[in-house]
C-alpha cells in the first residue's frame, strides 16, 4: 500500500517503549540524524551510534559484521529488543539483522532503502571494483569534502538545500579522512556481494516494517522500495512526494510519523 505524504499524519501523542537505534548510510555518520532526534518526543529512547568504520576508530564491515555490531550495541545498553530505523545501505543494514537476529528487533523503519538487488545501479558495481572503483571512490570524496571544505561554497549550499552548516562542516571531515574512504570501498563491495543474499531472506522477516521513499530519489530510484515492500511480509510503503534521497536530513517530520507507528506495532507486536 502506498501512503502519500499529502494524507493526514498519525497522531503524535507521545509514546514510550523499546529504544530505536538510528542507522546511517554511506557515507555517513551519527549526525545525519540530528533533525529526526530533535524531533523525537523526549520520552523515546534513540540510540544513534556511528557505524563500524565511520568513527575513525574502528574496521568496516560488511551486512553480516554490521548487524553483529547492532547485537553487540544492544547488548552493551542492556537491551533485549529495539525498533531499528535505517537510512539507505543502513537500512540494509537493520533489514540483515532483523533477518539474522528476528529476536532482537521489535519493528524496521527504513528509508530511502538499499536493501533488495532493484537498489543497485551500474554505478554501485562500477565502484565496488577492485582499483578502478578505489580510485573513482576516492575522488568523488575528496573532490566533495574540499568543496563542502570551503567555506563561502557550504554557506551557499546549506541555504539553497536547507542543511546545517555545521553538518556540512562535518561531513567534509569525514568525506576527506583515509578511514572514510576505507569504510566506503569495504561497504561498497559488501553491498554488491550481500545485498542478494539479503534479498533471499527478506520472506522471512516478520518484524512490522516501514519503507519510506522520496518521489524524486536519484540514489535509490523509487521502484526499489516499492519492489521491497513486497518483498517484507505486510510492509508499510510510504511515498514523499517530490522528496529526494535525504530522508533524514531533510524530512525528519515524516520519519518521526513513522516511528511513532513502528513504536506502536512494537508494543503490541
Do not use: C
Amino acid at each position: 500500500m502506498i501512503a502519500h505524504d499529502q494524507q493526514r499524519p498519525p497522531d503524535r501523542t507521545p509514546v514510550a517503549g523499546e529504544p530505536v537505534v538510528f542507522l546511517h548510510g554511506q557515507p555517513g555518520s551519527a549526525r545525519d540524524w540530528d533533525r529526526v532526534l530533535a524531533a523525537l518526543d523526549s520520552r523515546v529512547e534513540p540510540i544513534a551510534v556511528d557505524r563500524p568504520g565511520w568513527d575513525g576508530r574502528s574496521q568496516p564491515h560488511g551486512l553480516g559484521g554490521n548487524a553483529r555490531a547492532v547485537v553487540e550495541l544492544l547488548d552493551r545498553h542492556r537491551v533485549q529488543r529495539a525498533v531499528l530505523v535505517g537510512h539507505s545501505l543502513g537500512a540494509a543494514v537493520a533489514a540483515w539483522t532483523a533477518a539474522e537476529h528476528a529476536e532482537r528487533v521489535s519493528a524496521l523503519v527504513l528509508a530511502a532503502p538499499a536493501a533488495n538487488r532493484a537498489s543497485l545501479a551500474a554505478l554501485d558495481r562500477w565502484l565496488a571494483l577492485p582499483i578502478a572503483g578505489a580510485l573513482a571512490s576516492a575522488a568523488s570524496m575528496t573532490g566533495l569534502g574540499l568543496a563542502l571544505r570551503a567555506s563561502p561554497l557550504r554557506r551557499r549550499l546549506a541555504a539553497g538545500v536547507n542543511l546545517d552548516e555545521a553538518y556540512l562542516r562535518d561531513s567534509a571531515r569525514v568525506l576527506l579522512s583515509g578511514w572514510g574512504r576505507r569504510a566506503f570501498v569495504t561497504e561498497q563491495r559488501s553491498l554488491v556481494r550481500d545485498i542478494p543474499r539479503l534479498e533471499a531472506r527478506l520472506a522471512g522477516v516478520r518484524a512490522p516494517t516501514w519503507i519510506l521513499t522520496g518521489s524524486e530519489d536519484r540514489i535509490v530510484a523509487p521502484a526499489a522500495p516499492r519492489a521491497l515492500a513486497a518483498q517484507i511480509a505486510g510492509a508499510r510503503l510510504v511515498e514523499l512526494k517530490g522528496a529526494g534521497h535525504l530522508l533524514p536530513q531533510l524530512h525528519a517530520e515524516q520519519l518521526v510519523d513513522a516511528i511513532v507507528l513502528a513504536l506502536t506495532a512494537a508494543a503490541t507486536h
